[in-house]
């Protein structure tokens, strides 16, 4: 890198964990040494230092500080080497710091032009800003993709007549005012799988028969469309500014269009998805992707709490009064017991059931957790 005749090695860190940092890239001359390194707090002070403050650090005289850590030993060993180190801060749009941005002068042979000049230190500080946004980005797109498997999962496992759904993420194209689709997900009755990321990008010109996904993005509304033999129902998932970042196709067969419940049940799942991505742009991830994983679930579940709260003893009541109560009802009841009294013997009769469905049995059912460890209440 190369400004005002000054020769500049650049490495990008990102935290590992509190007290590693991890190093992704750098500029060709540094990177034998950097790329793929961890180094801990008590070795690399300056750069947490940054972290620790969420400001830059400025060393003007590498030689001169005695604590800045040398990837390469002929670097620290040698006079010869010396110069300017500037750590930026890389801060998300969530105002944390994720990791570090560092430049510094050492393979400048000028030893009268190694350090920075004050444009140059506010330069570099934008650039780790905007690496900040575009991590975040990123970031938030492969968690939108994790979320998403849980509610395609979800889809197809309580809506029988949907046959295949896809995911697809908005993405720029070349062409100002236009985008282009690339596919992530695709689910069907072999479940859901990743799509491959190298041939499943496409624009409105190349595909005229997907033109309602396109349509879905520009107008950022749910769109229905006949396509190849099947009918589609595209919709959009918006960002906090209200434009579509990504789109889901629900694909049905020409006679066995959805029916009410399992429209219902669709339009649910999207609202929660919906709902989920909104929660990790906001907020992101503190778990990582295992949480990710689980959190549309878990708002799904939240929503099917808040139907138990309202269930009292008239339930009840209905239950204790049957002598021989549907098939369904027993399996629900039968499902219950197992999973609020595990350590218990259940036979399958209703006779033998019916004497567990008292309110204790509500109490159990509105305080369970699925997510608690133990698993069994």
């Not at 830059?56 to 005289?61: A, I, K, R």
Request: negative net charge.
């Amino acid at each position: 890198m190369f400004g005002d005749s000054k020769r500049a090695g650049v490495a990008v860190a990102l935290l590992s964990d509190l007290d590693h940092l991890q190093f992704k890239t750098s500029s060709n001359e540094c990177k034998d040494w950097v790329v793929g390194r961890k180094i801990s707090r008590q070795k690399a002070q300056v750069s947490f230092q940054a972290v620790d403050t969420a400001h830059p650090v400025h060393v003007p005289d590498i030689r001169r500080h005695g604590a800045v850590f040398f990837f390469c030993t002929e670097h620290m060993s040698s006079d010869e080497y010396n110069g300017s180190l500037l750590v930026a801060p890389i801060i998300n749009t969530h105002q944390k710091v994720i990791g570090t941005f560092s430049v510094d002068t050492l393979t400048d042979d000028d030893n009268m032009n190694i350090d920075f000049r004050r444009h140059e230190l506010h330069f570099y500080q934008g650039v780790g800003t905007c690496l900040g946004e575009v991590l975040t980005w990123i970031d938030v797109r492969q968690q939108l993709v994790h979320v998403s498997r849980s509610a395609l999962s979800w889809i197809h496992l309580r809506c029988s007549q949907v046959s295949m759904s896809d995911v697809y993420l908005v993405e720029p194209s070349e062409v100002q005012g236009k985008c282009a689709l690339r596919k992530v997900l695709s689910a069907g009755p072999e479940g859901v799988k990743r799509a491959k990321i190298d041939d499943n990008s496409f624009k409105i010109d190349d595909n005229l028969f997907r033109e309602y996904l396109f349509r879905c993005v520009e107008h950022s509304e749910c769109t229905s469309a006949y396509a190849y033999g099947w009918h589609h129902i595209a919709h959009p998932l918006r960002d906090h500014t209200g434009c579509a970042v990504a789109v889901i196709d629900i694909s049905t067969p020409p006679d066995h269009p959805l029916g009410a419940r399992q429209a219902s049940e669709v339009a649910r799942a999207l609202k929660m998805l919906t709902v989920a991505f909104h929660r990790l742009s906001a907020t992101g991830s503190e778990d990582g992707v295992q949480s990710v994983d689980i959190l549309f679930i878990q708002l799904m579940l939240a929503e099917l709490k808040e139907c138990v709260i309202r269930l009292d003893n008239r339930l009840l009541a209905e239950l204790r009064s049957y002598s021989d109560p549907p098939q369904l009802v027993q399996k629900v009841v039968h499902a219950l017991l197992h999973i609020l009294y595990p350590h218990v013997q259940h036979s399958g009769e209703w006779k033998d059931s019916k004497q567990y469905v008292t309110s204790e049995l509500l109490k159990k059912l509105k305080n369970y957790n699925p997510f608690d460890e133990p698993n069994h209440p």
